[in-house]
C-alpha cells in the first residue's frame, strides 16, 4: 500500500467531453505528478504540482489542466476528449527539496484511473 | 530529452535468475528507479539506486548502475511464477520528474 489514492478507478467518456480525475497524495509529501501510459508504453510525464504550482509541463496540449490544493491533493481536468486520450492516468506523489538519499526520496504512484474514450 | 531503452520481453524458467537490462541518456539524473506492473495495476516500486553507487542489494532482487555505460540492470534471484508482470525502468531528474522506458515483459515458466 503506497498511501497514494485516485479516483475514479474506471470511467468511460465520449469524444468532446470533459472529465476530471482526483488524487491524494501520500502524507508528508508535498509534490504531484502525473502520467498517463497508454496501452503497451510506458507512462509519459504530463506535468508535475508543488506547493500549489505548475512546476514542469510534459509534451501535452493545453486541454490537459491541473490544480493542486492546499491538502497537497491534486486534480487533472482533460477537456475536448479525443479517442487517444484512453490511457491509465497516474498519479505520483514525493517529497521535494530535501537532501539526496533519505528515504523520504522514494515516489509512490497509486494505482491509476483507467480512462476510455468512446 | 530523456530516452530510456529496455527489451520487451524474457521469459525464464521458475527457480532461474532473471536479468532485465536499460540503458538511458541523462547522465545528470539522480536516482535510478525499477518500477513493476501487473495487469490493470498500477506501478509498484521495486527499488532504487542512487547514481552515486554502483550496486544494491534488496533480498532478491540486485540492481547494477554502470555509469560510465549510462547501464543499469535488474536481477531478480529464484524467480517465481508470481514475478511475471512488465518492469519499467525509470530516470528521475533532479526536478523529480520520471522518465520512463517502455518495460520488459516477464514471463516466468513453471
Known amino acids: 500500500e503506497t498511501g497514494v489514492t485516485q479516483s475514479p478507478t474506471h470511467l468511460i467518456k465520449t469524444r468532446g467531453q470533459q472529465v476530471t480525475l482526483r488524487c491524494s497524495s501520500q502524507?508528508?509529501?508535498?509534490?504531484v505528478s502525473w502520467y498517463q501510459q497508454a496501452l503497451g508504453q510506458g507512462p509519459q510525464f504530463i506535468f508535475q504540482?508543488?506547493?500549489?504550482?505548475?512546476?514542469g509541463r510534459g509534451n501535452f496540449p493545453p486541454r490537459f489542466s491541473g490544480l493542486q490544493f492546499p491538502n497537497y491533493s491534486s486534480e487533472l481536468n482533460v477537456n475536448a476528449l479525443e479517442l487517444d486520450d484512453s490511457a491509465l492516468y497516474l498519479c505520483a506523489s514525493s517529497l521535494a527539496g530535501i537532501p539526496p538519499g533519505r528515504r523520504d526520496t522514494e515516489a509512490f504512484f497509486g494505482q491509476g484511473t483507467r480512462l476510455t474514450v468512446v | 530529452g530523456e530516452d530510456v531503452e529496455q527489451s520487451l520481453f524474457l521469459s525464464v524458467r521458475e527457480g532461474d535468475s532473471s536479468v532485465i537490462n536499460c540503458t538511458y541518456t541523462d547522465s545528470s539524473s539522480t536516482y535510478l528507479y525499477w518500477y513493476k506492473q501487473e495487469p490493470g495495476a498500477g506501478l509498484q516500486l521495486l527499488t532504487y539506486i542512487f547514481s552515486n553507487m554502483d550496486m544494491k542489494q534488496d533480498q532478491r532482487l540486485t540492481v547494477l548502475l554502470n555509469k560510465k555505460d549510462k547501464h543499469l540492470s535488474l536481477r531478480i534471484a529464484d524467480t517465481q511464477t508470481g514475478d511475471s508482470a512488465i518492469y519499467f525502468c525509470a530516470e528521475r531528474d533532479n526536478f523529480n520528474k520520471f522518465y520512463f522506458g517502455s518495460g520488459t515483459k516477464l514471463n516466468v515458466k513453471p
Open positions: 502524507s508528508g509529501h508535498n509534490t
Open positions: 504540482y508543488y506547493r500549489e504550482e505548475e512546476n
